[in-house]
């Protein structure tokens, strides 16, 4: 499934994008703050994109006009994520690379994974979170229309090998109806 919006295109991930990934996941400012170290090298990129970001409804965000991966989108499906144990119901997780920020990226490519979820996946509720200080992160969920939900004081960030505080947010269908087809 490839996906457009007006800037971007939303493609699914290929080992030969490991490069691109490995440009930008070695960031120290773009990874830790999602919960996940820097990349060391290519290797380490093409192992997360065979066993990470080579799954069903995660997508390479590029620029259009351009197939360079410049960040990453995914809807986590059920079995894939611990904020639902629902089949109708799924996570909203993204990153961008740093020379990225600040052009409104983002919320756009968020805002056609929302439509997909609700129009082409049948999903209810999508849910979302971010960590304490991940201001960014917190904008694009305030900016699509995302909801507070609750804040957990003891979330395990295992692959940063760290306790933070995490905020979960949420949109439901009906929510999303409001905020995009009125």
């Not at 994520?81 to 490519?109: F, H, I, N, S, V």
């Amino acid at each position: 499934m490839i996906l457009h919006t007006e800037r971007l295109t939303l493609r699914p991930w290929t080992e030969e994008d490991a490069e691109d990934l490995f440009k930008y996941a070695k960031d120290s400012d773009v990874g830790p703050i999602a919960g996940w170290p820097p990349h060391k090298d290519v290797e380490e990129s093409r192992n997360v994109i065979q066993n990470v970001l080579a799954v069903e409804e995660c997508y390479a965000i590029c620029e259009k006009g351009s197939n360079r991966a410049i960040g990453s989108i995914a809807l986590k499906l059920n079995g894939h994520t611990d904020m639902t144990e629902r089949d109708d119901e799924c996570e909203l997780g993204y990153w961008l690379g740093k020379p990225y920020w600040g052009r409104g990226y983002m919320p756009e490519a968020a805002k056609e994974i929302l439509r997909r979820a609700f129009e082409d996946l049948g999903m209810t509720t999508i849910w979302c979170g971010y960590y304490d200080g991940n201001s960014k992160s917190r904008r694009v969920q305030e900016k699509v229309g995302f909801v507070f939900h609750h804040t957990c004081n003891d979330v395990p960030v295992p692959l940063m090998n760290e306790i933070r505080v995490g905020h979960t947010n949420f949109m439901t269908k009906e929510h999303w109806e409001k905020v995009y087809n009125s």
